[in-house]
């Protein structure tokens, strides 16, 4: 079975400001990794996934990640954030086969100071 | 990108009735549907697997019975919490999986949240 960890529950900080949003997880098989957002009271929007060959991968809204095997991490970042950036964000997890659901993390509120 | 909807975005229902959420995929077809719980401030759980035309795979501790899942066409799924409590008050999210998809992209609805009084 995969699990996903988000380390930090809550991460406040100032618009314009570098953040990092941690995630690791833990498969005993090859596995897809996404990252998604949730604006309050809506569903998930994708950001940006990783399914094979490059590390880093670009999503939308300026974010990025790198896949990291060795260390079972997902790391989403952004150079500069917005106040429009505030909300919950959800690292996720799958197997790369066959019609297996995602696994969530317990998601990170991101809160973007003015 | 795909586009997946629920009906309805809230509903407010007294405790002992039936409350259907639908969940449809706007523009593709979808043989997998799943369905998640959120509790508020609290991650997605998954509730259950939906396949068209066969039943729904439930996780462990989801009452089956309480929470009948239809899967009628590769469009729509339907949940319906049966008998509702105020303990069953939550957000309720659907995803959809492209059917023939080379990886498992889920495109998720924007949620329907229940309320029992």
């Known amino acids: 079975a995969q699990s996903v960890t988000q380390l930090d529950s809550q991460v406040p900080v100032f618009e314009e400001a570098p953040v990092e949003l941690r995630c690791n997880y833990s498969s005993s098989v090859s596995v897809y990794l996404f990252w998604y957002v949730q604006y309050p009271n809506q569903g998930l929007q994708l950001l940006l996934k990783?399914?094979?060959?490059?590390?880093l991968v670009k999503g939308i809204n300026g974010f990025e990640a790198e896949f990291n095997k060795s260390q079972t991490s997902f790391h989403l970042r952004k150079p500069s954030v917005h106040i429009s950036d505030t909300a919950e964000y959800f690292c996720a997890v799958s197997r790369n086969s066959g019609n297996t659901p995602l696994v969530f993390g317990k998601g990170t509120r991101l809160s973007v100071i003015a | 990108g795909a586009v997946v909807s629920q009906h309805p975005s809230w509903v407010i229902c007294k405790s002992g009735t039936s409350v259907k959420i639908e969940c449809r995929s706007l523009d593709f077809q979808a043989t997998t549907m799943f369905w998640y719980r959120q509790f508020p401030k609290q991650s997605l759980m998954l509730m259950a697997t939906?396949?068209?035309?066969?039943?729904?795979?439930?996780e462990q501790g989801v009452e089956k019975d309480k929470f009948l899942i239809n899967h009628a066409s590769l469009t729509l799924s339907t949940l319906t919490v049966t008998s509702a409590h105020p303990e069953d008050s939550s957000f309720y999210i659907c995803s959809a999986r492209v059917a023939g998809g080379t990886y498992n992209e889920q495109f998720f609805g924007p949620g329907t949240r229940l309320t029992v009084l």
């Open positions: 990783y399914l094979s060959g490059s590390t």
């Open positions: 939906s396949n068209e035309g066969s039943k729904a795979t439930y």
